[in-house]
């Protein structure tokens, strides 16, 4: 399906800057040239430009690239990180905190442990 990038098994995002004069071509060449890995793979790749208010995303549909570009409005900036050596792999919910404007790393998020439902039952003098 056109676009459907909750088909991908992982989200990278590419650190640093890219220039967004690149289309599908230029951005394979980064996936395979400087981090070594397979555009074709079930993977979403996320690309962002100096001005930190576009992003470009690569997608590999099975039969052909996918190719999603968000600009952000009223001023708006992604917060993206720039170590230009790096790619991270990201969560779900850490794509929705960069789609969304905010920092990928929420120090006020916290993580529901298997052991929320033990405390909840036990009882206080």
């Known amino acids: 399906m056109l676009g459907d990038i909750t088909a ?5 995002i590419v650190c640093g800057y890219t220039d967004m004069r ?5 951005l394979c060449a980064i996936v395979q040239d400087k981090l070594h890995m397979d555009p074709r793979r079930s993977a979403l790749y996320l690309f962002c430009g100096k001005r930190c208010d ?3 995303a690569l ?3 099975g039969d052909g690239f ?8 009223a001023q708006g900036r992604f917060r993206w990180p ?7 792999t ?7 905190w960069l789609m969304s404007g905010l920092e ?6 916290f993580r529901i442990s298997d052991h929320a439902d033990d405390n909840s039952s036990k009882q206080t003098p």
């Open 8 to 12: 991908a098994d992982e989200i990278y």
């Open 22 to 26: 690149r289309a599908i071509d230029g």
């Open 54 to 56: 576009r992003i470009k």
């Open 59 to 61: 997608l590999w549909e």
């Open 66 to 73: 996918l190719l999603l570009y968000k600009r952000m409005e």
């Open 82 to 88: 720039r170590n230009s050596e790096e790619v991270r």
């Open 90 to 96: 990201l969560t779900w919910q850490q794509f929705d």
């Open 104 to 109: 990928i790393e929420q120090p006020k998020a």
